[in-house]
């Protein structure tokens, strides 16, 4: 296999994929505006890029009724992941926000074995609880910055794991009769139907959808087409193709890599032990990838 060959795989586009995402607290972090504002321009500018490519690019629209009605189902999830996750991470902080939306790893593998029947593998199996361990050593535990909402943040974060694995399986289902490797239309479309989600929740929550100057529109149009269009593309195109096991596995590879953005672009300090939870998660993805029984 040469080097281009191997960019076409769909283990490749899925580990691309998790790393443009995982810029995605970096940007938000950047951005002065609020969790929901920043999560209606990272669909909104990323759906509308797509639209365009796909109208110049001369493709349609004409999805069979099964597909708008997954598309729907996935937009719907999605929405309620970035409602969810954004308000984790206020009630209980960003770490254990981060590690209870990696919960989706278990969503994942259950949802592979019960619908697709793809049994994971032994090394699959055990690479699941290393990741988890791996990713507590990264993200920490901060029990003593309880809040008084802590209770509901952590339902919240269960929830967005739920969420995000509704997204990924409903999305996984978008593709099945589609003759295009990369899921552009289907991402356009599930993105603006997201933003209208999202809008609504903005203004309901009295928060003003104006971006305050040209910096904070520059991160937020590199948020929405590096992190959502790109990456969203190309873990979508690889959900038919690679094990529903490994796919959860993979994406555990977007909170450990946010770690090392975050300590870069914001000079948080390296901890040896979360140093070693990443090491730990990456190793674990190795596992994952190997699929002898």
């Given at each position: 296999?040469?080097?281009?060959?191997?960019?076409?795989?769909?283990?490749?586009?899925?580990?691309?994929?998790?790393?443009?995402?995982?810029?995605?607290?970096?940007?938000?972090?950047?951005?002065?505006?609020?969790?929901?504002?920043?999560?209606?321009?990272?669909?909104?500018?990323?759906?509308?890029?797509?639209?365009?490519f796909?109208?110049?690019?001369?493709?349609?629209?004409?999805?069979?009724?099964?597909?708008?009605?997954?598309?729907?189902?996935?937009?719907?999830?999605?929405?309620?992941?970035?409602?969810?996750?954004?308000?984790?991470?206020?009630?209980?902080?960003?770490g254990?926000?981060?590690?209870?939306?990696?919960?989706q790893?278990?969503?994942?593998?259950?949802a592979?074995?019960?619908?697709?029947?793809?049994?994971p593998?032994?090394?699959?199996?055990?690479?699941?609880?290393?990741?988890?361990?791996?990713?507590?050593m990264?993200?920490?535990?901060?029990?003593?910055?309880?809040?008084?909402?802590?209770?509901?943040?952590?339902?919240?974060?269960?929830?967005?794991a739920?969420?995000?694995?509704?997204?990924?399986?409903?999305?996984?289902?978008?593709?099945?009769?589609?003759?295009?490797?990369?899921?552009?239309?289907?991402?356009?479309?599930?993105?603006?139907?997201?933003?209208?989600?999202?809008?609504?929740?903005?203004?309901?929550?009295?928060?003003?959808?104006?971006i305050p100057?040209?910096?904070?529109?520059?991160?937020?149009?590199?948020?929405?087409?590096?992190?959502?269009?790109?990456?969203?593309?190309?873990?979508?195109?690889?959900?038919?193709?690679?094990?529903?096991?490994?796919?959860?596995?993979?994406?555990?590879?977007?909170?450990?890599?946010?770690?090392?953005?975050?300590?870069?672009?914001?000079?948080?300090?390296?901890?040896?032990?979360?140093?070693?939870?990443?090491?730990?998660?990456?190793?674990?993805?190795?596992?994952?990838s190997k699929?002898?029984?």
């Open positions: 296999m040469n080097f281009s060959q191997f960019l076409l795989t769909p283990r490749l586009r899925l580990f691309v994929g998790a790393f443009l995402i995982s810029f995605s607290p970096i940007f938000v972090g950047l951005a002065d505006v609020s969790p929901t504002v920043s999560g209606f321009y990272r669909v909104f500018i990323g759906g509308i890029v797509l639209t365009l796909v109208l110049v690019s001369g493709r349609r629209f004409n999805f069979v009724y099964a597909t708008w009605i997954a598309i729907i189902a996935a937009a719907a999830f999605f929405a309620a992941d970035l409602w969810f996750w954004h308000r984790s991470v206020l009630y209980i902080g960003p254990l926000g981060t590690l209870l939306a990696n919960m790893v278990f969503f994942m593998m259950a592979g074995a019960l619908i697709y029947k793809q049994r593998s032994n090394t699959q199996i055990v690479a699941v609880p290393i990741a988890l361990t791996g990713l507590i990264a993200v920490g535990f901060d029990w003593s910055a309880s809040r008084p909402d802590f209770q509901i943040g952590v339902i919240f974060g269960f929830l967005t739920i969420s995000y694995t509704g997204y990924l399986l409903f999305m996984r289902q978008a593709q099945v009769q589609s003759s295009y490797t990369m899921p552009i239309r289907e991402i356009a479309v599930m993105s603006l139907l997201v933003s209208i989600f999202l809008g609504f929740s903005a203004i309901f929550e009295g928060e003003s959808l104006l100057s040209s910096y904070d529109f520059f991160i937020l149009f590199l948020y929405g087409v590096a992190s959502h269009a790109i990456g969203g593309i190309l873990i979508v195109s690889a959900l038919v193709k690679v094990h529903a096991a490994e796919v959860g596995i993979v994406l555990l590879l977007q909170p450990s890599l946010s770690y090392i953005w975050e300590a870069f672009f914001f000079q948080k300090s390296f901890i040896f032990i979360e140093s070693l939870g990443v090491i730990i998660v990456l190793f674990a993805i190795y596992l994952s699929r002898t029984v």
